[in-house]
């Protein structure tokens, strides 16, 4: 005999309803009880605003300075009252993009591009777009260096199973930090990178299970003669290992060469736990 399912009355489901906490409107009545300004005042107000409307206008018409027209246009931007002259501020603009104004003011500069570009008109960013390309350049010359670095690592290892990400790395480490004084930062944490990437496809790519335990002995140990107990491909890369971290201590310098002793960690880490 099929079950029918119990039907809930209307009381039933009320009961289980959860009761609404929720809190009452903070405004209450109050714009049912709102008393608008009389009709005099309302008139002194609009004929006060028109007064101070015609004063701004005359403002903006006795702008003849770059810096001065920059200004005004910014603060009735702010202030919101710019749909109040909106021909006015477009003679302006135009005005500021056919002139040829050159300011050694950062601030000035800036706030032609922002108005200029806001406002539809097409004009470069001088200063930045130069810092741009500067900071480019270097770039590239990081890119050289670690490019060159990868190439020494491909003729002293042959690991030809290996992936080739060197740009990409490079460029996920200026995500990370951007500015010209982390030059050398992006150069060792691609290379870093890199190392890693490499121990990661030897491991879980290439290597058998026993090859990959006496890599893993070998970072260990961290020392040259441990690359005996690796196979002859393996070799290559570890003493390359080696050498690449001995470089980067003469890199850094005697009073920062201590931070190299975190990239080893690091390293050894990735490795996983030592099998005893």
């Given amino acids: ?69 920059l200004d005004l246009i910014v603060t009735l931007q702010r202030l919101g009252l710019d749909n109040h002259y ?47 390309n500067l900071l480019q350049l270097l770039y590239c010359e990081e890119l050289k260096n670690v490019t060159l670095w990868w190439k020494q690592l491909n003729f002293e290892t042959n690991l030809s199973f290996i992936r080739d990400r060197l740009v990409e790395m490079h460029f996920w480490m200026t995500g990370a930090c951007s500015e010209p004084k982390y030059s050398l930062a992006r150069v060792i944490t691609t290379k870093m990178t890199a190392c890693i990437t490499i121990l990661d496809d030897i491991m879980d790519t290439y290597s058998t299970t026993e090859e990959g335990l006496q890599l893993a002995e070998a970072i260990y140990r961290w020392e040259e003669n441990a690359a005996e107990l690796l196979p002859e491909y393996m070799k290559g890369f570890y003493m390359y290992f080696l050498k690449t971290f001995d470089a980067l201590e003469d890199e850094l310098g005697p009073n920062k060469s201590y931070r190299v002793h975190y990239l080893k960690e690091v390293a050894i880490e990735d490795v996983g736990p030592r099998k005893l």
Avoid at 37 to 44: F, G
Avoid at 91 to 103: A, F, G, H, P
């Fill in 1 to 69: 005999m099929a079950l029918t399912p119990r039907v809930c009355s209307v009381n039933d489901a009320q009961g289980l309803r959860k009761a609404s906490t929720f809190h009452r409107s903070l405004w209450g009545d109050f714009f049912l009880t709102y008393q608008p300004p009389t009709a005099p005042q309302h008139a002194y107000m609009t004929e006060r605003s028109e007064v101070l409307k015609e004063l701004v206008r005359k403002m903006l018409e006795n702008a003849n300075e770059i810096p001065k027209i």
């Fill in 86 to 132: 909106e021909n006015e501020i477009d003679e302006l603009l135009n005005v500021v993009y056919c002139s040829d104004y050159d300011s050694k003011d950062l601030n000035i500069v800036s706030l032609r591009f922002y108005l200029l570009r806001k406002n539809g008109y097409d004009v470069t960013s001088e200063l930045a777009k130069l810092n741009f």
